[in-house]
């Protein structure tokens, strides 16, 4: 808009100093040139300025539907906070001097620019993952699980094999066969072991002090060394006594014996002794006075049979200092061997 100026200002009629001439003095006159100057100077400034529907109204600006009226600073910050109050949020944002990506934050109900934390990157137009490997996976093309290598120092994925399988949301096991480098068998979730792939070793290559036998300690797996093996020794007082499980495959030993002492087999009904058991015996110091010995017999209805003699009711004496081994053959039935009269 022209701003208006009167013509005096520019220097041609000034009207203020004129009022302050006396009366008659001829330069208080007002010629009609001057009138004309400054007519036109008024008429001119009215032409050139904006009028009061030139500008946008509040409701106009928020509707965005005039293309010819123009927009007050007021008008223009109601115009950005009536659409979500980006604009305005975006305008007093400070330089952040760094890579930020806008958005809205909710809670607050403002617009905001977002900084990026570990893992995540923004450059360029592009968010990218840059954290424990994330940013190198590709599509593994199958079931698999996300997992930390941590001899590589990243992610990967975990693949199942030999009888682990992964499908869907399940890892389970699934049918696989014994081969030459897996002598397990898994058949519908069991496992079972196929020997006959593994290999075996002769007995000039065992090493006493280092080899061992895997066996099950009352469940739990463990390695027995050979150079811990044999049979457990069993000390008793003098005493008589009749043969329990536990005393399956040891060594019974008695001492300081002061009488002719006998040591029972039961019947299978009362210790269901495996076949193949073997209950070792021993007169070790052949008594106090080198007389008295320890006789085993069987139970009623247990046979127990020697080159001796053979049937129940038969007594098996220990040859004084001497050993003995009883061994299960049969149900109810035993074998003797050793120094026994």
Do not use: C
């Not at 009366?23 to 100057?37: L, N, P, W, Y």
């Amino acid at each position: 808009m022209a701003d208006y100026a009167r013509a005096g200002s520019g220097g041609a009629t000034h009207f203020t100093d004129k009022d302050a001439l006396t009366t008659g003095d001829t330069d208080k006159v007002i010629v009609g040139s001057q009138f004309d100057d400054e007519f036109n100077a008024v008429l001119n400034a009215v032409a050139d300025k904006l009028d009061e529907d030139d500008w946008a109204s509040t409701a106009e600006a928020k509707d965005e539907s005039s293309t010819t009226k123009i927009i007050s600073p007021s008008t223009l910050a109601d115009w950005s906070d009536d659409h979500s109050g980006m604009v305005g949020d975006m305008q007093g944002t400070v330089d952040p001097d760094a890579d930020g990506l806008w958005g809205w934050d909710d809670s607050a109900g403002v617009g905001i620019l977002f900084t990026f934390t570990d893992g995540l990157a923004f450059g360029d137009g592009v968010i990218t993952l840059e954290h424990l490997g994330f940013e190198d996976l590709e599509d593994a093309g199958a079931d698999r699980i996300l997992f930390w290598d941590d001899g590589g120092g990243a992610t990967g994925w975990l693949q199942g094999t030999k009888g682990v399988e992964i499908s869907g949301t399940e890892l389970k096991l699934v049918d696989v066969s014994a081969g030459a480098a897996q002598p397990v068998v898994i058949t519908d979730g069991t496992f079972t072991f196929d020997l006959s792939s593994v290999t075996t070793m002769s007995i000039e290559d065992v090493n006493v002090a280092q080899d061992g036998i895997v066996m099950s300690d009352n469940g739990t797996v463990k390695v027995l060394p050979l150079d811990e093996g044999g049979v457990d020794v069993i000390e008793h007082a003098d005493a008589i006594q009749t043969f329990a499980l536990a005393d399956a495959n040891t060594l019974q030993v008695m001492t300081g014996i002061s009488a002719d002492r006998i040591w029972t087999i039961p019947t299978n009904a009362d210790e269901a002794f495996k076949i193949g058991t073997i209950i070792y015996t021993s007169d070790r110091d052949g008594g106090v006075s080198g007389a008295n010995n320890i006789g085993v017999l069987g139970d009623t209805g247990v046979t127990v049979t020697s080159v001796l003699r053979s049937g129940t009711a038969n007594t098996h004496q220990i040859t004084t200092g001497g050993t003995a081994a009883f061994i299960k053959v049969a149900t109810d039935e035993w074998l003797a061997v050793g120094d026994i009269f």
